[in-house]
């Protein structure tokens, strides 16, 4: 896949830990779907220990969510280069089950995730302090990738904003950067600087014409999105949280507020079936469907008392129960 070929702008669906697997994704395709997807991160040194095949069922995909970008975290630039090579000749989608000619459209680099037990080994948004590694990691995954798109996604520095990092990925030859507009000691709390975006945007048209530059952070509707991507002349828009609000939200006219109880309910025994369905033997433990209880079950009379006995449910049938008997 060509990502210039994409729309101007494009949307991006976030990765977001523990939420946007393949189950999740398909809902948001059969809904509306994004411009492009990612999987959530995945960690190449586990991918390529014994604790393989525990993690590979964090890419697992099909072949409606597509074009898919599977993103990648960890510290050893080999197991970067062996794991990007997997990823571009197919064999590691055909570990996965899919069928010949299905495949990732390309590796995202996570250089953003604040978290302190991963920036503690030095990965992800540590990488910021570690010009030089990241550099290594960057280089390694492209040698791996071949032809493959190979993209970084980041946030604005570390404890500072610090445009010399952006500057840094700018000069890697990136298919494309999005830019999560906090640095990593902000975290959520702050709002995103969209200002700094823009700014990064201006440095890749000195830098690098030809890497793609998609804004994240705060973005709750489609509309709000294209105005922010004509202010800053972005090429794409990623949008995590705001699936939360709206699973439509990457529609050009949401049905969301006009859905009905049935329909809301409907949407999430949906979601609930295909977790059943595909998350077999606790792979996905039952919790993990707890955060999108009140995606649905929200903003209709009785969906307090309903969300209520739904998160005591302890299996699938269970719930599924519970929902076709609410739909009555
Ligand atoms: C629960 C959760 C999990 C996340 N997991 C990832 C991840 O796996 N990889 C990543 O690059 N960013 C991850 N993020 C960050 C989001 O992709 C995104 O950058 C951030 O939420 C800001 O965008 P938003 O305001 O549209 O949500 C995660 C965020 C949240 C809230």
């Known amino acids: 896949m060509n990502f210039q070929d994409l729309p101007k702008p494009f949307f991006v669906m976030a990765p977001l830990d523990d939420v946007t697997d393949t189950v999740f994704r398909q809902i948001i395709a059969s809904c509306a779907p994004p411009d492009v997807f990612f999987t959530e991160f995945v960690n190449v040194d586990g991918l390529m220990s014994p604790g393989r095949p525990k993690l590979l069922k964090k890419l697992r995909f099909t072949a409606s969510e597509q074009p898919l970008i599977a993103q990648l975290w960890g510290l050893q630039p080999a197991n970067f280069q062996a ?6 000749d197919g064999s590691l989608a055909r ?6 000619g299905v495949n990732f459209a390309g590796i995202d680099l996570n250089m953003g995730c604040p978290e302190k037990t991963v920036v503690k080994n030095g990965a992800c948004s540590a990488l910021i302090n570690d010009p030089d590694l990241a550099v290594e990691i960057i280089q390694a995954t492209q040698a791996g990738a071949g032809n493959l798109p190979v993209s970084v996604k980041t946030r604005i520095g570390f404890s500072v904003i610090d445009l010399s990092w952006i500057g840094l990925l700018l000069k890697q030859n990136l298919n494309m950067l999005t830019i999560h507009g ?12 969209w200002d700094v975006i823009g700014q990064v945007r201006e440095l890749r048209d000195k830098l690098a014409v030809n890497t793609l530059i998609v804004g994240n952070g705060d973005v709750v509707n489609r509309q ?4 922010l991507a004509q202010k800053y002349h972005l090429d794409g828009i990623m949008i995590g949280r705001g699936v939360f ?10 049905p969301w507020e006009d859905y009905t109880r ?10 609930v079936q295909l977790f059943a369905d595909t998350w ?4 996905r433990p039952l919790p993990t469907l707890n955060k999108f209880c009140k995606v649905y079950i929200n903003d209709f009379e009785g969906s307090k ?16 129960n519970l929902l076709e008997n609410a739909k009555k």
């Not at 609000?245 to 050009?252: G, S």
């Not at 049935?262 to 979601?271: D, F, G, M, T």
């Not at 077999?280 to 792979?283: H, I, L, V, Y």
């Not at 008392?305 to 599924?320: D, Y």
């Open 262 to 271: 049935q329909q809301k309910i409907e949407l999430y025994r949906r979601q």
């Open 83 to 88: 794991v990007a090579s997997q990823i571009a």
């Open 182 to 193: 906090r640095t990593r000691k902000e975290m959520s709390k702050v709002p995103a600087h």
């Open 305 to 320: 008392e309903l969300r209520e006995q739904l998160m005591s449910a302890k299996t699938t049938g269970e719930l599924l």
């Open 95 to 100: 570990e996965l089950g899919l069928p010949e």
């Open 245 to 254: 609000h709206d699973p439509f939200v990457f529609a050009e006219s949401s």
């Open 280 to 283: 077999q033997n606790n792979e």
């Open 224 to 227: 709000q999105g294209i105005e």
